[in-house]
């Protein structure tokens, strides 16, 4: 027997069709693919939903958020996939940073930009992995000096996504402490990117081309030690506290831009005829189908089961690092095979599926690397990978 649907699910279905008819009105597969393919950031779409106040969904409107909860956030982040997981990354990097500086912004920071996030009028990036600091990123070496009231930068960002756009802030992590082991002499300092001395490259990706993937050079640049977010040298743990939010939210993503790719296949397929008969109808197409559509609809639990962890306060670095190797690696498969089944009109980069195919390339590097994912669960699982 089917109950009914509880409070806090009718509130999520809600969510979803309010998303969903922005999606398709604003910004769904197509219009991303236009986006994609000329390298433009649709600054319009990410006002409105700021105006909207989806970036706040889940902080207390206390703390100055929309309320609701995480799970909500997920359901955006699921519905904003359906058009581009590009979209999603860009809303995370604003989304996640806003609970960083809720939680550890000075009163101060918090009074400054918090309204600014809100509203859109500043969006966030986040700087971390550097060239010789990928899956070790506590290796990093970009240095922060202290001189005075100031912090000296110096050093190099590399993969820093939408660092380059409009009234973007980069969260930027460095080193204040040499002399201390490493993942304990990180601190997190909000970039100003115009500020002298830095100078930003847009990096020439395969994908992922609404926003954009930057490099980040950090020459002698004088950041106010007003910006230091957090105690000193306590950035590794901030880190820790953002990630495992922020890899559900990019899951999401995955999610719904899987659904996105399998719906549109299972329409095609029904459409198209060989030998006399749908595509679909062929027991080995249909299986297929079948078989990837079990696995989102399984991944999406797990996606939401970490939400519900989160809301609740209890540990959920394990379910969301699971949720991130499930949700990317279905997303690859899912384009790769779905790219099969449309045979050479998935081709054509005119197509969607294109987009799809050269993001879901990304997504089991972006956020965390699938094998670094799985040292993560094993060593919640009490195990000690080497």
């Known amino acids: ?31 991303c693919l236009e986006w994609d393919r000329a390298g433009t950031y649709p600054k319009e779409v990410f006002d409105r939903i700021a105006a909207l106040g989806w970036f706040g969904i889940g902080i207390p409107e206390a703390d100055g958020g929309s309320g609701g909860t995480a799970g909500d956030l997920l359901v955006v982040a699921e519905e904003l996939g359906r058009g581009s997981t590009d979209l999603v990354a860009c809303f995370s990097l604003t989304a996640s940073g806003l609970r960083t500086l809720v939680a550890d912004g000075s009163p101060a920071q918090r009074a400054e930009l918090v309204p600014k996030l809100m509203d859109g009028t500043v969006r966030l990036s986040i700087a971390v992995t550097e060239p ?26 590399t993969f820093c996504e939408a660092a380059g756009l409009p009234d973007t802030i980069i969260q930027l992590y460095a080193r204040t402490d040499g002399a201390a082991r490493k993942q304990d002499g990180i601190s997190m300092i909000l970039l100003d990117p115009a500020l002298p001395g830095v100078t930003l490259r847009r990096l020439p990706t395969m994908g992922r081309n609404i926003t954009g993937v930057y490099e980040v050079f950090l020459d002698d640049v ?18 820790g506290a953002e990630l495992p939010l922020e890899r559900l939210i990019i899951s999401a993503g995955f999610v719904g831009a899987t659904f996105q790719v399998l719906e549109d296949t299972l329409r095609h397929v029904k459409e198209r ?23 989102a609809e399984s991944i999406r639990l797990l996606v ?24 990317a690696e279905l997303y690859a498969d899912a384009a790769r095979y779905c790219m099969q089944l449309h045979g050479g009109y998935g081709y054509i980069d005119e197509h969607p599926l294109t987009m799809h195919y050269t993001d879901a390339v990304i997504a089991t ?22």
């Open 273 to 295: 005829e060989q030998f006399g008969r749908p595509v679909g109808d062929f027991q080995s197409v249909a299986h297929l189908l079948v078989d990837l559509w079990t696995r």
């Open 222 to 239: 004088r950041v106010p030690a007003d910006r230091l977010v957090g105690a000193e040298n306590r950035g590794w743990r901030q880190l």
């Open 132 to 157: 010789e600091a990928g899956s070790d990123a506590a290796a990093l070496t970009t240095s922060a000096r202290r001189d005075g009231d100031h912090y000296v930068i110096k050093g190099q960002k």
């Open 365 to 386: 590097v972006a956020g965390g690397a699938s094998q670094v994912q799985r040292n993560i669960v094993a060593r919640e699982l009490g195990l000690r990978p080497r």
């Open 304 to 327: 939401y089961r970490g939400g519900e962890l989160h809301d609740a306060g209890l540990p959920h670095t394990k379910e969301a690092s699971m949720a991130k190797i499930a949700s």
């Open 1 to 31: 027997m089917t109950g009914a649907m509880t409070e806090a699910e009718a509130t999520r279905e809600a969510v979803r069709e309010t998303v969903r008819a922005f999606v398709q009105e604003q910004c769904d597969e197509w219009k």
